[in-house]
């Protein structure tokens, strides 16, 4: 499918760009060009809805992973976190609606819930989101807005709770055997957003990590509903 990527200049995007090129005809959104030349690329700010609108023109799905900045001012994070993570996704899902582009994948993070995740146990999706800190906050109302565009517009989105994605390299490096693993390997989480940009069925969450055995997270909603799980293992 023709996909817009916006945000897949960042850490994220670079990790899976590779992967989901294999399958998919991409266009990137971003302030910056990609780190793959090849890749057809708009520069443009999420906020500017005209131009959003001029490169969504033809494609096929939307795939939002844009991030704020992060270590900076407190005023800066909070003007940035809210452009990106909650208006800039609504000026997103509004100019795909526009244009016609029916699907959309928002990257969330299990940031939505409060404090550290491995002091707690995540049943299912259904766990209210509790977060108190700028960025989950603003995830979390980003969520909404996703909500709100299926509820109004009929776009299906689905959210993915992602969990610390790393390369293949840093996964090895940070997972053990003896103890659950959260840090998720980039070819499994580019495997979780073909599956997502595949099911299409309203406002859908879904929280997902390299956990494979499920200490901490249930993540047995992705893999009745994406048919997706983690496949890398730890080796020490």
């Not at 499918?1 to 899976?16: D, E, K, P, Q």
């Not at 001029?54 to 270590?71: K, P």
């Not at 800066?76 to 959309?104: C, M, Q, R, W």
Request: net charge negative; with cysteine.
């Amino acid at each position: 499918m023709n996909l817009f990527i916006i945000g897949a200049s960042g850490r994220v995007g670079t990790l899976v760009t590779p992967f989901l090129k294999e399958q998919h005809t991409i266009r990137v959104y971003d302030m910056k060009p990609p780190a793959d030349p090849t890749l057809d690329y708009w520069a443009g700010d999420i906020n500017d809805y005209e131009t959003l609108k001029a490169a969504m023109t033809g494609m096929d799905a939307l795939l939002y992973m844009a991030m704020n900045v992060m270590h900076v001012d407190e005023l800066t994070e909070a003007h940035s976190s809210f452009d990106v993570n909650v208006k800039g996704v609504y000026f997103a899902l509004k100019a795909a609606h526009a244009v016609g582009i029916p699907h959309a994948v928002y990257c969330s993070s299990m940031s939505v819930y409060d404090g550290a995740l491995e002091t707690r146990y995540f049943f299912d999706e259904a766990m209210t989101p509790d977060a108190r800190g700028l960025y989950g906050f603003t995830k979390r109302l980003g969520e909404e807005v996703c909500y709100n565009a299926w509820a109004n517009d009929g776009l299906s989105v689905n959210a993915l709770r992602m969990c610390f994605p790393v390369s293949r390299e840093k996964y090895l490096e940070q997972a053990r055997v003896d103890k659950p693993s959260l840090p998720t390997d980039a070819e499994d989480v580019a495997r979780l957003m073909a599956a997502a940009l595949a099911y299409r069925n309203g406002f859908q969450a879904f929280q997902t990590s390299g956990d494979y055995a499920n200490k901490i997270l249930n993540m047995a909603k992705a893999k009745r509903l994406l048919g997706w799980e983690p496949l890398a293992r730890p080796v020490q």
